[in-house]
């Protein structure tokens, strides 16, 4: 069974920082992983989608890469700002199966 | 316009009752499916449908029950309604059903059962 599990589940950054999410999942026989936004009260935005075949993807200040072999991901986000304050959830699809791990609440402290 | 919308955005009803969530979609996606998210975050599927047709059903309760009268459209129908059907309910539509499709995901119906 697909474990998928993000730590930290909460992390503040002063604005301007650059971080990092992280994410990992027990079994490596993924088809892709896919980072998704939640903001508070609304549904999911995808971020970046990453094919098993693939080490990394790129969308603005936003770079995912995915270590398959190792079950782990990370979401590196550029100098932050104030609106990307939000929920981050990481999912891995095998088969039909998209498994969400419960997300890091990312506050970014003006 | 949006582009996957569920109605209502909050639902609050007594236990036993049965009730309605609406989903629409005008992406001319293929598939549409429907997520629960618990009051720890955890999202999982409940069903999928592909084209009008039930492709996951993840052993859900058969109180709940999705009605897809055209593809652009996937109803969530609750019966006899428990404290434990709380949850914020997520509709979702992907283009075609394939594993490398992006999923597109409504804003949610938060279910309240009292």
């Known amino acids: 069974k697909q474990e998928v599990t993000q730590i930290p589940a909460a992390l503040s950054v002063p604005e301007g920082e650059n971080l990092v999410l992280n994410c990992s999942f027990t079994d490596s026989a993924i088809y892709n992983l896919q980072w998704f936004r939640q903001d508070p009260g609304k549904g999911l935005t995808s971020l970046l989608l990453?094919?098993?075949?693939?080490r990394e993807q790129t969308s603005g200040r936003l770079n995912a890469s995915l270590d398959k072999s190792s079950g782990r991901s990370t979401l590196y986000i550029a100098a932050s700002q104030p609106g990307d304050s939000a929920t981050y959830l990481c999912?891995?699809?095998?088969?039909?199966?998209?498994?969400f791990g419960t997300g890091t609440r990312l506050t970014i402290i003006p | 316009d949006t582009a996957v919308s569920q109605t209502p955005k909050y639902l609050v009803t007594q236990m036993g009752n049965d009730k309605s969530i609406k989903c629409e979609q005008n992406?001319?996606?293929?598939?549409m499916y429907w997520y629960k998210q618990d009051s720890k975050k955890f999202l999982k599927i409940m069903f999928s449908?592909?084209?009008?047709?039930?492709?996951i059903n993840e052993t859900v309760p058969n109180r709940f029950s999705p009605k897809s009268p055209d593809k652009a459209h996937l109803n969530l129908h609750i019966n006899s309604l428990e404290l434990g059907d709380s949850a914020v309910y997520f509709c979702?539509?992907?283009?075609?059903?394939?594993?490398?499709?992006?999923?597109?995901f409504g804003s949610g119906t938060q279910l309240s059962v009292l």
């Open positions: 990453i094919q098993s075949s693939q």
């Open positions: 999912a891995v699809r095998r088969n039909e199966k998209l498994t």
């Open positions: 992406l001319g996606h293929d598939t």
């Open positions: 979702a539509s992907s283009l075609v059903f394939a594993t490398n499709e992006k999923l597109f």
């Open positions: 449908y592909n084209n009008k047709e039930l492709i």
